[in-house]
T-cell receptor
Framework: NAGVTQTPKFRILKIGQSMTLQCTQD?????MYWYRQDPGMGLKLIYY???????DKGEVPNGYNVSRSTTEDFPLRLELAAPSQTSVYFC??????????FGPGTRLTVT | AQSVTQLGSHVSVSEGALVLLRCNYS??????LFWYVQYPNQGLQLLLK????ATLVKGINGFEAEFKKSETSFHLTKPSAHMSDAAEYFC???????????WGAGTKLIIKP
C-alpha cells in the first residue's frame, strides 16, 4: 500500500521558472492538502480539496495553483518561482475528520 | 478561532528520563486533537489522537497524552526516552467546520546519551 506519494523528492529552480509538484494517494480519500514547512514555523496550508473538481485556498496560497481532476491526484503548480518559495512541501490526504496521511515531501530550492 | 501553542521549540532530555512536550489549544467547540511526529527528512506520522472518547490517549512507541479541558491542554508524555525518539513533534487541532488542521510550531526533542 503506497499511501501518499510525492514527486520529485528534490528540485532546484531558478527565479522565474515554473514547476509542478505531483501528489497521488491510493486510499480513495476525498480530502487532500498541500502544506509548506519552513524551519520553526510549523506547517502552513497552501491549498486543499474536498473532492474531485473542488479546491480552496488555505493560509498561504499566493504564488501557487492547484487542480483536482481525479480523486487520486492533487498537483501543486508554482508559477514564476521566487526565493520565498524555498521550502519543504508536503501533500496529505484524509478520509475522516480524525487524521491526515502525509507524503514524504519535496524539498524545493529557488535560487 | 482555534489556535495551538507548543511551549518550547526544543526540549532536551536524557535517555531513560521522562519526556514531556506541552501543547495548549483554544477552540470554541470540543476539539479533536492530534500529535504527529516527524523524523529527520521524512513526512509526518500520526502519533495519537483525541476524539472526545477517553481523556488519556495512548499512541505508538509508548507515547500518551492527556486531554485536560479545564487547562485547555493536551501534553504528550513518555515515561522513558529512547534515542530513537529524537524527532520533531507537532500538536494540531481540527478546525470546527471542516477537515483542516491548525498546527503548532513544533517541538524538537533531543535525547542526550
Amino acid at each position: 500500500n503506497a499511501g501518499v506519494t510525492q514527486t520529485p523528492k528534490f528540485r532546484i529552480l531558478k527565479i522565474g521558472q515554473s514547476m509542478t509538484l505531483q501528489c497521488t494517494q491510493d486510499m480513495n480519500h476525498n480530502y487532500m492538502y498541500w502544506y509548506r514547512q519552513d524551519p520553526g514555523m510549523g506547517l502552513k496550508l497552501i491549498y486543499y480539496s474536498v473532492g474531485a473538481g473542488i479546491t480552496d485556498k488555505g493560509e498561504v496560497p499566493n504564488g501557487y495553483n492547484v487542480s483536482r481532476s481525479t480523486t487520486e491526484d492533487f498537483p501543486l503548480r508554482l508559477e514564476l518561482a521566487a526565493p520565498s518559495q524555498t521550502s519543504v512541501y508536503f501533500c496529505a490526504s484524509s478520509g475522516t475528520p480524525y487524521e491526515q496521511y502525509f507524503g514524504p515531501g519535496t524539498r524545493l530550492t529557488v535560487t | 478561532a482555534q489556535s495551538v501553542t507548543q511551549l518550547g521549540s526544543h526540549v532536551s532530555v536524557s535517555e531513560g528520563a521522562l519526556v514531556l512536550l506541552r501543547c495548549n489549544y483554544s477552540s470554541s467547540v470540543p476539539p479533536y486533537l492530534f500529535w504527529y511526529v516527524q523524523y529527520p527528512n521524512q513526512g509526518l506520522q500520526l502519533l495519537l489522537k483525541y476524539t472526545s472518547a477517553a481523556t488519556l490517549v495512548k499512541g505508538i512507541n509508548g507515547f500518551e497524552a492527556e486531554f485536560k479541558k479545564s487547562e485547555t491542554s493536551f501534553h504528550l508524555t513518555k515515561p522513558s526516552a529512547h534515542m530513537s525518539d529524537a524527532a520533531e513533534y507537532f500538536c494540531a487541532v481540527r478546525m470546527d467546520s471542516n477537515y483542516q488542521l491548525i498546527w503548532g510550531a513544533g517541538t524538537k526533542l533531543i535525547i542526550k546519551p
